[in-house]
């Protein structure tokens, strides 16, 4: 079966970025995810344009596990409307996305732990 590799970027408070990328990790949602910090964002919210600095999490994942992301995100993410972004890998390191695919399904029978 031809798994659906990908990368699900979600932008979050500097506060908040460990604590959900743990989570993600933890619960098989993810099998990596890279934190970088100090993005500066501009966007509307509320009728108002805003600044702030966030974190981006960028997430290595499977298709199959965005509703578990989705779940988990409504259950620890800080924000009304967290972003959460999904793009296909249709490419890369055969050796890398068989440990993605392997990591991520290890979880398979792991409850979901907030």
Request: hydrophobic share 40%; aromatic share 8%.
């Amino acid at each position: 079966m031809e798994e659906d590799y990908g990368l699900a970027i979600i932008s979050t408070p500097t506060e908040a970025a460990e604590t959900i990328a743990r989570a993600l990790v933890e619960n098989h949602a993810a099998a990596c995810v890279q934190i970088l910090k100090d993005a500066s964002t501009l966007y509307w919210w509320k009728g108002q344009v805003h600044f702030d600095t966030e974190c981006i999490l960028l997430v290595k994942t499977l298709e199959s596990r965005m509703e578990k992301i989705k779940h988990l995100l409504k259950e620890i993410h800080p924000y009304d409307v967290p972003e959460l972004i999904f793009l296909r890998i249709t490419g890369g390191s055969e050796r890398y996305l068989e440990w993605l695919r392997t990591t991520v399904h290890h979880g398979d029978d792991v409850v979901p732990t907030l």
